[in-house]
């Protein structure tokens, strides 16, 4: 039987402080209606200032290892998705290889911005698919309170900080588990419309996010929803097939206006946008530990994630939890 991904254990991070809209009112001038009204967050947790995305992915990671039975020699592979490594170099990867006791395999980060975990996964499928890893830690980790302007009201009310993370593990299949499907697409001539005014190589500086709003709001609910239709359509289903869609968590309007076009309602989507806000890479590995955890998402559900980020760059996965 061929191989395929299966995802064995979810593991998650979130930072202690809690900033709530109130919080936020003191900062830049806004209103908890406002924020709740456009994006439906409520609160987001905020990382402290000598905590990294490398503390909170090795949380996140140390958890899911713990759950899985398996030994940190058993991992062969470290595939972490973020736009905000504690470095320049080395990778965020590395430093939870080395934090966890992994002694060998591979360790990188990739950056596709809010769709990298989707990317990190599809990578990390392949090497499993054509028998290269056995075990892979595929981790979304961020601290997108670094790249915020904290007095920018348009952008900092909309994102938060934590990690979420996956094993996935090699096993033959019948076609009924595992990951099905990735599909990763990106469009670089819509790179303007969410971006840092900043780099190593440009300012020498991180630089903060810069977003038109209105325009990624369209290309999210149209693009998203074109990714997923091509996942159920490669793989002869329909959108009643799926037990629970699991968005990247960037606004609540862009969740329910996806689901509505592909017409699921909305108590089999994932919502936790409203007290995690958007944490870019770590929102779809987040927002699954954290249904995965309340039971929601059963072993044997057929599951999709879909995000769409920077770059512009989108995709889905569809799995078999
Ligand atoms: N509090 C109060 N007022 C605000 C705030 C704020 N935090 N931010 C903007 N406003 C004001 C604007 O200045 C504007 O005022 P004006 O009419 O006097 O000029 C008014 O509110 C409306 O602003 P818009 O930007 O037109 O508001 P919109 O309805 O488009 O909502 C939002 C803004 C929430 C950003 C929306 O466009 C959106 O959700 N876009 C998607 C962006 C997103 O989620 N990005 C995340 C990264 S990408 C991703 O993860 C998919």
């Given at each position: 039987m061929p191989l395929r991904s299966h995802i064995i254990s979810t593991g998650s991070y979130l930072p202690k402080r809690v900033m709530t809209n109130s919080d936020l009112e003191k900062i830049v001038d806004t209103s908890d209606e406002w924020i709740s009204q456009r994006s439906g967050i409520k609160e987001r947790r905020i990382a402290a200032e000598n905590e990294t995305t490398s503390d909170l992915a090795i949380s996140a990671a140390r958890q899911a290892l713990e759950r899985s039975?398996?030994?940190?020699?058993?991992?062969?592979g470290v595939i972490i998705a973020t736009?905000?490594?504690?470095?320049?170099?080395?990778?965020v990867a590395v430093k939870v290889q080395a934090a966890l006791d992994i002694p060998a395999g591979i360790a990188f980060d990739v950056q596709a911005v809010c769709t990298g975990f989707i990317y990190a996964l599809s990578i990390a499928d392949n090497f499993i698919k054509n028998g290269q890893l056995k075990n892979v830690l595929v981790i979304g980790a961020e601290k997108m309170s670094s790249v915020l302007?904290?007095?920018?009201r348009t952008t900092c009310v909309l994102f938060g900080d934590g990690a979420g993370a996956v094993i996935l593990q090699s096993q033959e299949s019948d076609g009924n588990s595992g990951i099905y499907s990735t599909h990763l697409y990106a469009d670089?001539?819509?790179?303007?419309l969410l971006y840092t005014d900043g780099g190593v190589s440009s300012t020498g500086k991180s630089g903060h996010i810069i977003m038109q709003g209105r325009e990624v709001f369209k290309n999210a609910v149209n693009l998203m929803a074109a990714a997923v239709e091509q996942a159920l359509r490669e793989n002869n289903i329909?959108?009643?097939?799926?037990?629970w869609l699991v968005p990247h968590q960037a606004n609540s309007r862009i969740i329910e206006s996806t689901a509505k076009k592909l017409g699921l309602s909305m108590d089999r989507v994932v919502m936790t946008v409203d007290h995690h806000g958007n944490t870019s890479a770590a929102s779809i590995p987040l927002a699954f530990d954290e249904a995965v955890t309340k039971g929601?998402?059963?072993?044997?559900h057929l599951v999709l994630f879909e995000a769409l980020g920077g770059g512009l760059t989108w995709g889905s996965a569809l799995i078999r939890y």
């Open positions: 039975g398996l030994k940190p020699e058993d991992i062969d736009t905000t490594p504690d470095q320049t170099f080395p990778a302007n904290w007095e920018d670089g001539r819509m790179a303007d329909t959108a009643s097939d799926i037990d929601d998402i059963k072993k044997g």
